[in-house]
Each structure stands twice: as C-alpha cells, then as structure tokens.
C-alpha cells in the first residue's frame, strides 16, 4: 500500500523517520527539501548519527531520491509531513502535486493540527480551528480523508543539513482522526513497525495529542521568552505555580471536548523533571532565528477554550507575553 513515501520537512523528525522507512526493501523514499539541506542530501544521501557502544555515535548513509520542486516527485502513497506549524500554510500550497486521491498524509507535527476537529469533538465535529489555519488555507489543499495523524516520542536535532542525530526514544503513535481502525491505518502500523519504530495504533489520537501538548504547551513558551532552561523554570515557585494554572486550564478544556487527563500537573512536573535539565525547542528556534509555534501550542488552546466557555486567564497571559517577545524579535507576525 505504501511504496512510494516522500519526505516534507527533512529537519530531526523527518529525516529520522525517512531513514528508518529508506532502510526498508521495495520502499522507495523521497524529500522535499531546499537550499544546503538539498545540497546536502544530492551530495552525501540523507545521515543519521546514532549512540553505539560507550561515547561512540554511529553514522549511517541513506539513499533517498530529492528536489525542490514536489512536481518532480509526483504522486505520492504515503507523504510524512514534520514541518514546524509556522510553515505548514505554504507547505500545503506546494504539496499538491505529491497528492492523488489514494495519497494518506501523516502529520508528524507539534500542538493541535488544522484536521484536530475532524471525526472527533462532539458539537464541535468539523468545526476549523482558526488560530492553526486562519484562511482555510492548508484544508483547501489538504482534504480531511488524506490524513492520519502521529504523536512521535523521540529525541532528535540536526548536527548539520542532512545530518540528523538520534539521541534516545523510538515511539510513535498513529491513528485516524475518526478513531477507525481503516484498513490503512493498519497497514501504516505494520509498516512504521517493520521499519524499527515502536509503533502503537491508537484509538483516538486526538487524545494522545492533547495529552503531549499537556506538557510542552507551557514550558516551551516560557522557556522561549526569558531565555531559561527547562528545569530553571520548574525550580522558581512563582513560575511553576504559572505553569500549573495553565496547565489546568488546558486540563478542564479537554474534559469537555472529550480527551480527559486523569493526572494532575503535578505527576507531569515530575515526568519533565526525570528527562533532566534541557533547552525545549521553542527556545532552540528563538535562539536560531526561527519562527515559533505558538498558535499550535498555545493560540489553539485559547481559541478551543473559547468554543466550550472555558476562561482561560492563565493561558491568556502566556499567548500573550509569548507573542510579544516573539514579535519584537520578528518570530511571529504582527
């Protein structure tokens, strides 16, 4: 069902997970790429740098066929988007020639996604979130039966263009947005199974989603705006205390639209504090001169919170003072 995959977004996610499926036998894998990442990936193949025994990292080299232009690609089976939300706009634009009526897209992607209302949400089914796809313009390309969303837990960074490295964690998790168990679904499984990652099917990946975000929606922004690590944030009281009102914010909007969270803030704190001291990705972006994303990670909270009457004060002031620094140093819109 899935011979010809195409890679958009050859960063940590997906030049990762293109390797593992390029390893595959009767899989022929491709990427969208531009600038040094192409160049880089023409000249040496696509590089994953992985622990090995003691200190050691071992390199692997893998062949994938690349261009600028998706109409050189064409017609797609299987296309993995793993873009940063900020892009994923123009992105859809320039992936319509990878698309056929057959083509399944995976979103491996941070925060709520343009398809989260799709299938799921009670009232609210089918309702388009703006704070994610402000002018409708990613679902005008991108119709709801192409996608299968993912939730990856992996850690992964870029050493150089095409050259990812592969530091710990090997999970994802993949499910329609109805909750069915397609016939596709079940054969991307097998596939992501069989080309070593340790794949759940999951019943309703919306929740998984919500639950993810539960823990990086606060964290990354705050850590984004003042510069500090993530355990620098957890550490200050006031802080922490933030952390958590919001976080019950966001806790309280998802019991209405259906993806609850038994835990408390707490047991999460705890959880961040286990994978030690770390500079989260948004804070990796401000520092690189990226753009950040916040409508996925914080506006789509917001906005959902305004859809099922939750006041969302906390969640507010985050937005707000995250978009600010953000727009002062020209990483977000004005």
Known sequence: MFRKICIYGVGAIGGWMGAGLAALEGVQVSAVARGRTLAALQANGLLVRRPDDGAAMRETAYPV???DDPA???AQDLV???VKAPAMAEVAERMAPLLAPHTTVLTAMNGVPWWFLQGFGGRLAGT???SVDPQGRIARVIA????VGCVVHASCSVDEPGVIRHRFGNGLIVGEPSGEATERVRALHALLQRAGFETTLSP????????KLWGNMTINPICAFTGATSMQVLDDGLVRDFVTRVMLEAREIGARIGVPIAELPEDRHRVTRKLGDFKPSMLQDVLAGKAVELDALVASVRELGQLVDVPTPFTDALLGLARLHARVHGLYPA
């Open 65 to 67: 066929s690349v261009s």
């Open 72 to 74: 050189k690609l064409g």
């Open 80 to 82: 993995i988007v793993a």
């Open 128 to 130: 388009a979130l703006s």
């Open 144 to 147: 709801p039966r192409h996608v």
């Open 204 to 211: 309703q990946i919306q929740k998984d989603i919500w639950y």
